[in-house]
Structure formats: structure tokens, C-alpha cells
């Protein structure tokens, strides 16, 4: 049997007999190993072998096997031979063969061949077989094909339409190609119609461009587009007397000087001073008669300031939250 390259749908029967007398046919089989081995290599286990039993009551003993792996040849090679080796504990083994083959016209397509003509060789060919897809119009030109040395009697309607254009398209190509030059060096030379639009702005028409661009679509964090967002913000909110912040950036800045860090000292904040100062002067006191004060905040939720004291009120540790 003789299968073309490629081709991954195709079955091939066997008969199965008893493996004793060789003659009695089995039937209700399943759960085959199949191992096959292509142009010379060495035998390799079907995956997942495909076997139906054709009709147990009509065919008993036939079975087909579909023909889905290593089923394309080697480059280069137009025909391989490739063998199946069937086995099952109840059954005798069988051998089977092949033919892989290159197919040298698209599967499935007949050629028509007229006799008696002397462009057979033309003409044999049916007007379906060249396609769009058979014939790369890119690669035909102007030079590769002279004039009028293929008519419309030698091809079919189809295969001339292709090359008709292709020349237009290989023309228009050629013409684009000898301006090439002349553009690069910028000396004149009109430019095709194709491509017209393409030559260098000006530095002034650049600068025009870039000042003229909307500003809605450059806001990208951290960029000089998004400074520009900003100062317009401040400069659109205006009062009777000028520029006038708003509430929320007051408060932005406002925030962003209390919690500056070490703005007091090292480690001390301008917001955590004057939590301490305020609960120094205005929180609740306990332990006063005592070697250990504690000085609540103004809100009395926690202790801002706790402190070991000696009889004449001298600190000698101190600890502070002002979180």
C-alpha cells in the first residue's frame, strides 16, 4: 500500500488467527502492541495504536489499524518503505507493510491529460490545478517572463489573472526602487505617489509639534509632563489676590513639615515634639509623690511620658511615646 507523506487518516487491515493452528480466526480483540519501524530505524512502540475490529459477524478475524505516527519521510527522500508488527496473547503475529511517498502534485488532485497536442505539457494541466497559492507573484517580473509568450489559450483564466499581477505588482516595486537613490541624497527627483508624505520635517515643524502636542497625554509619574500637570493646578486656582493653594495641598504641606525627619533632632520629628511638649504641659499627671511620674496625652489614651524621679523631683530615666 502506498501512502503519501504526511498523511495521518489512513488504515490498513490484518487478519488474526490463533496462534496454535494458525488458521482459526479470533474475534472481540483489543488492547493491541504495535511496533513499527521506518526507512531503517529501529523498532519503536506505538503511543496509543489505534485498532478496530471491521465487522465480527461479516469479516470475523479483520481488523484495521490506523496509521498515525512518524508518518512524514525524510527530507531529501522521495520514498521510504516503513513495517508494522502486530502482537496479542491471543493472537499470531502479523507484519505488515507500506510505501511513504513524496506526492509530486497537491493530494486529492487529477490531472487531465489531452493527447495529440503539442503543448500537452501545458495543457495537461487541469485550469484548477495553479492556484493563488501555487504560484508566488512576488517572484514573477517583468524580465523573468516576456511578453505575450504565454497566452490566454495556453493557461487557464485563473493562472493568467495571478500573473497579470504579479507584473503590476513587480512594477510598481521597480518604479519605487530607481527613486531610491534620488531620495537619499535629496536631489530632486519626483517622488511615486506610493510613498509621497515621507520626506524630513523641519526642525521648526518638530518644535511646532512638540509645543502644540496635548498636554492631557503626557502625565506619566515622574515626568517633566506631569510637573507641567501640576503648576497648571496650582495656577488654574486662583482667588482675588493671585496664585492661592488649595486646602488639600496646604495640608499636604502642612503634613509633609511636622513628620520631616530629625526636624527637632535626631530621630524626633516636629509632630512627635509637640505631642511631648503639649502633654508635658497639659496632661494628666500620676504618681507624683512617688520615684515614678507617668504624664498622660491630652486625649488621656495612653502615657506620653513616664519618668523615675528621686524626692526632689530630679529625673533620672525618662521614657517617651509619641506615636
Sequence with gaps: MRIPSGVTDQFIYFVAVDATD???????????????????AAAAAMTTP??????????PGVYELLLDEDMSIASGNDSEEMVFHITHAGMAPVTRTIELYRPKITAGETLTVSSGNGNSAVQSIAANA??????????????KIAANSIGASELAGDAVSEIQSGLAT????????????????????????QITGLNDPTAAAIADAVWDEA???????????????????????????????????????????????NGIET?????????????????????????????????????????TVDANGNRSAVTLDAT
Excluded at 494458525?22 to 531503517?40: C, D, H, I, Q, W
Design 267 to 307: 530621630g524626633v520629628t516636629l509632630r512627635q515634639a509637640q505631642r511631648i511638649q503639649l502633654s508635658s504641659a497639659a496632661g494628666k499627671l500620676s504618681g507624683a509623690a512617688t520615684t515614678s511620674i507617668a504624664i498622660r496625652d491630652v486625649g488621656d489614651s495612653k502615657d506620653r511620658i513616664t519618668a
Design 170 to 193: 513587480a512594477a510598481a516595486l521597480a518604479a519605487v526602487d530607481t527613486n531610491v537613490d534620488a531620495i537619499l541624497v535629496d536631489t530632486g527627483t519626483t517622488i511615486p505617489a
Design 22 to 40: 494458525l488458521k482459526t480466526r479470533e474475534t472481540a480483540l483489543s488492547s493491541f502492541t504495535v511496533y513499527r519501524s521506518r526507512n531503517g
Design 130 to 143: 495553479i492556484t493563488e497559492s501555487s504560484i508566488n507573484t512576488a517572484a514573477i517580473t517583468a524580465n
Design 215 to 261: 498636554q492631557s497625554g503626557h502625565v506619566t509619574a515622574g515626568s517633566f509632563g506631569e510637573i507641567a500637570t501640576e503648576i497648571a493646578a496650582i495656577l488654574a486656582d486662583t482667588g482675588t489676590d493671585g496664585v492661592v493653594i488649595s486646602s488639600a495641598t496646604a495640608n499636604a504641606i502642612a503634613a509633609a513639615l511636622l513628620d520631616l525627619a
Design 50 to 59: 489505534t485498532v478496530n475490529e471491521t465487522d465480527a459477524t461479516n469479516m
